[in-house]
């Protein structure tokens, strides 16, 4: 007579569920920085080629006026420099509103470089814009706003890189502890035409599907952008 230890085992009922190791990996504790935001960071996009353009216009504009009091290859350095520091001043002004942002689940706070802690609940308007590159991508930067605090996240870059996992899984979760929603107006106050009083905002759930996915170029976008 066979052991009835011997016998198989029987099949995993597929209705069982999930093995533990599949559970969600638990979120870092502290500040977390969301992205790595370089100095370049901030000429995404159509900024880029009008700035370009701009430098381009700069130079010949500064190289006219110099050409009449010095010699012309004098007159192209001074014509370049003047327009590589007026670059330079807007990089740093365009830098300093829009700072490394970084999320602090544990205390439920969203702060923008080294300015003050905004607490998530008090944020309430997402804003999502939008640029097309050369290579046929596009650039996705998500806007978040409270009364008085503003931050911007890059969500695909000019290299169609999105967020590292970790950023990606921090920033949906404080998407989630916000009160972002569609504004309203005194006209439509149940906001049924908010997406086209307001172009641009969008809502928490579409935000945070925004944020895990964001789309790739001809995609479509949420519905309320």
């Known amino acids: 007579m066979s052991d009835p230890d011997d016998a198989p085992a029987p099949p995993d009922d597929p209705t069982d569920p999930a093995p533990a190791d599949h559970a969600p990996a638990e979120l870092p504790h502290g500040w977390v920085r969301i992205g790595e935001r370089r100095w370049w960071s901030t000429w995404v996009g159509a900024t880029t080629a009008f700035a370009f353009l701009a430098a381009i216009q700069s130079v010949q504009f500064f190289f006219r006026i110099a050409e009449a009091t010095f010699r ?92 590292d996992p970790t950023s990606t899984a921090v920033l949906a979760e404080a998407l989630r502890r916000t009160s972002v929603a569609m504004p309203t107006s005194i006209h439509d106050p149940s906001g049924r035409f908010a997406r086209y009083n307001f172009p641009g905002h969008i809502g928490r759930d579409d935000a945070v599907a925004l944020v895990e996915h964001p789309p790739a170029a001809g995609d479509p976008l949420p519905a309320a952008w």
């Open 72 to 163: 012309w290859d004098l007159a192209l350095l001074i014509a370049i420099g003047v327009t590589v520091g007026i670059v330079a001043v807007i990089t740093l002004i365009r830098n300093a509103l829009a700072p490394q942002p970084w999320v602090d689940l544990d205390s439920g706070q969203l702060r923008a470089g080294t300015r003050r802690p905004v607490p998530l609940a008090q944020v309430d308007r997402a804003v999502l814009t939008t640029a097309p590159v050369g290579n046929g991508g596009r650039v996705l930067v998500l806007r978040l706003t409270a009364k008085e605090a503003r931050v911007e996240f890059i969500l695909r870059d000019r290299q169609d890189a999105t967020l």
